[in-house]
């Protein structure tokens, strides 16, 4: 059992440059999530899915954007990359439930130049 | 809306002593509350999940916290460090009523001294 992978593990990007970050689970999980860590700072949410076809943004949304077509992907695109988007980035998913605990991905740490 | 203060962003103890790390929520609702550890360049693991059982919760490792709802406090304990403690820890909050946003704490970064 994989539970939450995350891909690519390590990025480099120019200013202004976009990508997707990949994010996928196989425990069938309605709810995923996506957070940004920050040097000695906590987690903040970017965005999150209570299932196929529903987003929400979070905390810190700005700058990104979110799909989720199916239960077991949430991709997370940047647009148009700034320095002040490097960051930690991690993926997390949940079973519905009031008293689950997320599961995290490993993270994708990203350098934007 | 849920939000979580750890009070310490730094604690240091000696190996054998014993360690706490500080959590108050504010929650206006029933809350989810958890403990997750995180080591140098590592993804988050938990540690303990409070839900609504019981309010002394035990965890891996030897770690327990305490739900004080008059405190709105969720402090974590362990009676004796070890030096693979020294680690970042978090606190979050999840608000039921919501069931779906997940708060962190900004973190404590815990050091063992030998």
Redesign the interface.
């Known amino acids: 059992n994989a539970g939450v992978t995350q891909t690519p593990k390590f990025r480099i990007l120019k200013i202004g440059q976009s990508m997707t970050l990949q994010c996928t689970q196989d425990m069938n999980h309605n709810?995923m999530?996506w957070?940004r860590q920050d040097p000695?700072?906590?987690?903040?949410?970017i965005y999150?899915s209570?299932g196929a076809g529903i987003t929400?943004k979070?905390?810190v949304p700005n700058g990104y954007n979110v799909s989720r077509s199916t239960t077991e992907d949430f991709p997370l695109r940047l647009e148009l990359a700034a320095p002040s988007q490097t960051s930690v980035y991690?993926c997390?998913s949940?079973k519905t439930g009031?008293?689950t605990?997320?599961?995290?991905?490993?993270?994708t740490r990203l350098t934007v130049v | 809306a849920q939000s979580v203060t750890q009070l310490d962003s730094h604690v240091s103890v000696s190996e054998g002593t014993p360690v706490l790390l500080r959590c108050n929520y504010s929650s206006s609702y029933s809350p989810s509350l958890f403990w997750y550890v995180q080591h140098p360049n590592k993804g988050l693991q938990l540690l303990l999940k409070y839900t609504s059982a019981a309010t002394l919760v035990k965890g891996i490792n030897g770690f327990e916290a305490e739900f004080k709802k008059s405190e709105t406090s969720f402090h974590l304990t362990k009676p004796s460090a070890h030096m693979s403690d020294a680690a970042e820890y978090f606190c979050v909050v999840r608000q039921d009523s919501s069931a779906s946003k997940i708060i962190f704490g900004s973190g404590t970064r815990l050091s063992i001294r030998p």
């Open positions: 709810y999530y957070y000695g700072m906590g987690l903040k949410l999150y209570v929400d979070g905390e991690f997390a949940r009031e008293e605990e997320a599961f995290f991905g490993q993270g």
